[in-house]
């Protein structure tokens, strides 16, 4: 699993929408898709490195490629 430091979960919704994702319900979490792949951010702050990290392995993209979103 690919380690990224902790992120503030508005940054992470913000680099996951600029990578094609869309908001698709929010309440503890928020849900994401990008037709192909679901993502679930949940709202505290900072997201845990590790949790971050299976996020973005679960949208498809690469650590380095989260971090140029970022």
């Known amino acids: 699993m690919p380690k990224i430091p902790g992120v503030n979960h508005l ?6 929408e600029k990578a094609g994702f869309k908001i698709v319900r ?3 979490h928020i849900v994401m898709s990008d037709g192909a792949h679901f993502i679930t ?5 900072p ?3 590790l949790t971050m ?3 973005v392995k679960d949208a498809g993209l690469s650590a ?3 971090r ?3």
Request: aromatic letters at 8%; charged letters at 20%; a positive charge.
């Open 26 to 28: 929010q309440g503890k």
């Open 68 to 70: 140029e979103l970022l």
């Open 53 to 55: 990290g299976g996020i």
């Open 11 to 16: 940054r992470a919704v913000g680099a996951f």
């Open 64 to 66: 380095e490629q989260f």
């Open 47 to 49: 997201v845990n490195a």
């Open 41 to 45: 951010i949940p709202r505290h702050n």
